[in-house]
Structure formats: C-alpha cells, structure tokens
C-alpha cells in the first residue's frame, strides 16, 4: 500500500504529517460544490422514511457538543462556569468537568449552577434562564422549588435544546436526532428517565465490519492499541499536542504495517478506521485538533455510553417535558443582548421586547458564544472569551432511516467499513491518481476522499423489531454533508450502506463519491 493511498484512507491525513512533519493547520471544511444525485447503490433499496440531525448550521446550536482541543484544560471549563458579579451565571455541558458534552454532564452543570445561584440570591428573586435545553430546565425547576420566580427564555420554537425527539409521521418508535446513548454511572439521570417514562436499556455493542467490496474481516485491536499508545506518550511529554501529531511523534502510526492481508486491509487501515468510527464520533472533531492527553479521557467516556434509549411516549424528550411542567417559559424568543451590571440583568429579545431579572442563567451552547461576541453588554472579560474560544466545539450529525425489510444479512447491532476504498463509488468517477507525495491538507477535500461519510450505523432492528438503521456522522463529514440537499444527502448515506446489501462480496459494492 502506497503512503498517498494511506492518506487517502486515513480519517485525518496522518500519512502527510508523518511525511513532512509539520504542524497540521486547524481543517477548516467548506460546503461542497452541488453534485447531480448520484443513483441508489445496486442491493440498497429506497427507504420507507429517512430522518436527518444538521446541528453545524444550527444558529442556535453551532455544533453537538464540546470537546478538548489542543492545549485547553480544566482550568478553561471552570472559567466558563465561573459567574460574573453574582449576575451572570454560566452552564451547560461545556462548563461540565464531570461528563462534559453528555446529557448527565449538562444536567449535572444544571444543578451546580442553581446552588451556586440560590446560595448569592435572596428569597423569591426573579432569575432569568436563557436555554430550555437539559441543564436550564433543570437549574429552572431547582429554582423554583428553592422559592425563586423563574422565567425560562427559549430561542427555539421547541424545549429540549440539542436533545430533540420527533415523534408521529409513521416511525414506529421516536426518532432521536441528538442523544441516542446515556451512560449507566448516572443513577440521578437514570431515576429522572424512569421518572419520565422514557425507556433505557443496555446496548449489547456486536460490530461487523466489512471491506468496500462487502468482505467480513475480523476484529483487530490495532488501531485502538496504536490511538492508546499516542494518548499514553502524550501525557509523558508535554506540551500538548494534537492527537494526530502524536501518532507521528510517538512512532504508533510508524510502527503499523502497510502491507494488505488477502482482504486488501493492512494494519494501517485499522488505525484509519479506530478514528473515523471512535475518536471523530467521540469528539465530533478530526484529530488534528484534538488533545492527546486527553484522549484517554475522551475515549473512557464515549464508551461509557451504553445505555440505549429505547423509546416511551415522547422518547427522550419525556425527560424534557416532565422537567418543564409547571416552569414559566417563553419559546420562540431569542436573546439579542444580554445587559448585565450591579443592579441586575436585562434581557432584549429579538422581537424588540424586554425582560428585567436580578440574576441571568446562561445556558446558551459553547458554539453560540464563540459566534456572539456582541451578544454581552458591557462585554465579557477576557479571561472569559479566552476560555470560550479554548475549548472546542465539535459536530456529530444522525440519520435514521427505515426500510420495508432488513436488507443487511447480520443482527450484528454495529455496522462499519474499513479499507482506503470503503468511500468510492463505482459510478464511473475515477479514483484518486496515487502518487508518491501527497497533496492533500488535512481538513480538505481530499482528506475525507475514498472514506466513507457515515462512520457506523447502529443496526435497531435487534432492539425495536423494525428495520431501521441509524447512521452517525461526524467531524468533517458532518460540516460536508449538512451542506447537501436532501436528495444529495440521501444519495451519499445509502450508497455507504453498499457494502451491507445483498451479494456485495460477489459483486463488488459500490459506496459514495468522493
């Protein structure tokens, strides 16, 4: 296997580093160009009904969740958190050092939040919460039953913040386009979901993995040995660096073989294939920005995730709804500018209203803030924007999709693809030219060619007994392919699905373009 196809098969150009070894850039992706609707991939048939999440272009969102970029600490989060002249308080899952960027961390900077506010506060203060999300409905109900008058202020024509459950239009259970996953160490979490109605159970992680031609290879720990290895030389030689760099410094990416076995997968690939489908889905973030010595941390608490959420009446919303009954909360109201002083705080809403509190629960996504920098008045203090801007904002993307009748021949309940091909289309596009010096940046293009867009699907078919496969999409693949149209963004997350259909090892599966 040639280094160029390496890049090609890599999740984030760590082949061109190890060539130059340079400092790799921040990726930057741009939308795509418009492509003419590729044709549905031989053996993949037309869906029932297919759900997309594009939390990238949210403007109240701006990203998923929050993740370590390189060189950012505790001392950021606790930053974030920190309150202003007990006016301005702060929460959310990024100012969470326990769980940050999970449903029990968001929830847990709730709680922190209303302590710290109801311990400053005196007895039946008006307190304003900007956010419906988890941890303000949360911080708002602690409030209120402290005796406090809370009013909840919602950008969204919605509650729930980037927890979002769509219910009706014929899916047989909810469709959850933020969280699918919550983590079994939280017994609060767990007692207010039983609480709410809304199912968990443990999901039984069984993964196959198939070649772009539709082989089953076999397990190998190679890539999460080598991603651990980097993590571990990383804490013992600062200053931090980003994990693809410490694949190159450490020798992990070295030390792994290029050479095919008879399936055409060489140990490199695996290494490929730990990043697309754990640390990008993890993070939300390529590994170019993110920390290596806190990869370790990163990837315990992705795996933690192992409990399903696996319906009730509203899904996961039904935690939403039974922690704003009975609050005081007004939808479709954005805040245009947050003025804040000794003597209070004004909230001026986008529809040219005020609302005037003693103390203002920021609960705004991290994505958010480091867009609005005029949304403060007077503006935040430095070492405020510092921490913001530290920690990073990464996207992961789902989509469900259902079918009449499982296609796929496996009840394996995790579904994937490996190899420098697993992204190309047999549509007639050529592939790219290999070539000795690789001229792909990461974060280009050309990065993300020859992989495939969807970096594993959760087979459902097990659990809820239809046939509907939910894929997730993460990093640059999820700022690519939330810029397609809907007929695009179909046609590329099922050709990813060629390898599973019917005959693909025997005739070859076709997969996106690149």
Not at 204 to 222: K, L, M, N, Q
Not at 295 to 314: C, D
Not at 436 to 459: I, K, L
Request: net charge negative; hydrophobic share 40%.
């Amino acid at each position: 296997m040639k280094r160029r196809d390496f890049l090609i098969g890599s999740a984030t150009g760590i082949a061109l580093l190890a060539l130059t070894a340079c400092t790799p850039t921040a990726p930057s992706p741009k939308p795509t160009a418009t492509r003419t609707p590729a044709p549905l991939p031989t053996g993949v048939p037309k869906p029932l009904r297919l759900q997309r999440s594009n939390w990238g272009t949210d403007p109240f969102a701006r990203g998923s969740f929050s993740y370590p970029r390189v060189g950012s600490t505790e001392d950021q989060r606790a930053q974030l958190r920190g309150s202003l002249g007990e006016r301005l308080y702060f929460a959310g899952e990024a100012t969470a050092s326990d769980a940050p960027g999970t449903v029990q961390g968001a929830q847990g900077s709730g709680l922190r939040a209303a302590l710290e506010i109801a311990d400053s506060a005196a007895h039946g203060e008006r307190i304003a919460v900007i956010g419906a999300g988890i941890a303000g409905l949360t911080a708002a109900r602690q409030l209120r039953e402290a005796g406090f008058e809370v009013v909840v202020v919602e950008a969204r024509d919605r509650l729930g913040g980037r927890i979002h459950s769509v219910e009706g239009g014929s899916w047989p259970v909810p469709v959850e386009l933020g969280p699918l996953f919550v983590s079994a160490d939280s017994t609060l979490l767990a007692g207010q979901l039983a609480l709410a109605g809304v199912g968990i159970a443990p999901f039984t992680r069984t993964e196959e993995v198939r070649t772009a031609a539709g082989t089953i290879v076999g397990p190998s720990d190679a890539g999460s040995t080598a991603l651990a290895s980097a993590g571990k030389w990383a804490n013992e030689h600062p200053p931090d660096v980003s994990v693809a760099q410490a694949l190159v410094d450490s020798g992990a990416a070295a030390s792994l073989s290029t050479e095919p076995d008879a399936n055409g997968v060489a140990p490199i690939d695996w290494l490929g294939h730990e990043l697309d489908t754990v640390l990008q889905p993890a993070s939300g973030a390529s590994a170019d920005v993110v920390s290596a010595e806190q990869l370790g941390t990163l990837v315990a608490g992705a795996a933690s995730m192992s409990q399903i959420v696996t319906g009730g009446e509203h899904g996961l919303a039904g935690l939403i709804d039974s922690l704003a009954d009975g609050l005081d909360v007004l939808v479709s109201s954005p805040v245009s500018t947050v003025m804040w002083g000794e003597n209070g705080v004004s909230l001026r809403l986008a529809q040219g209203e005020s609302l005037s509190a003693d103390r203002v629960l920021v609960t705004i996504p991290l994505g958010v803030l480091q867009q609005e920098s005029t949304l403060f008045e007077p503006a935040l203090p430095g070492w405020k924007l510092d921490a913001i801007d530290a920690i990073g904002m990464g996207t992961v993307d789902t989509v469900w999709v259902q079918f009449a009748e499982a296609f796929w021949a496996t009840d394996a309940t995790v579904l994937s693809t490996i190899g420098p091909d697993s992204g190309q289309q047999n549509t007639g596009t050529p592939s790219a030219t290999p070539s000795d010096e690789p001229t792909a940046t990461p974060g280009s293009a050309d990065q993300t060619a020859g992989r495939n867009p969807v970096a594993y699907w959760t087979n459902l078919a097990p659990l809820t007994g239809s046939p509907i496969l939910v894929g997730t999409i993460a990093a640059e693949f999820a700022a690519e392919l939330g810029a397609l149209s809907d007929d695009e963004f179909t046609a590329r997350v099922l050709a990813s699905l060629a390898p599973y259909s019917p005959g693909a090892d025997a005739l070859g599966a076709t997969s996106p373009a690149p």
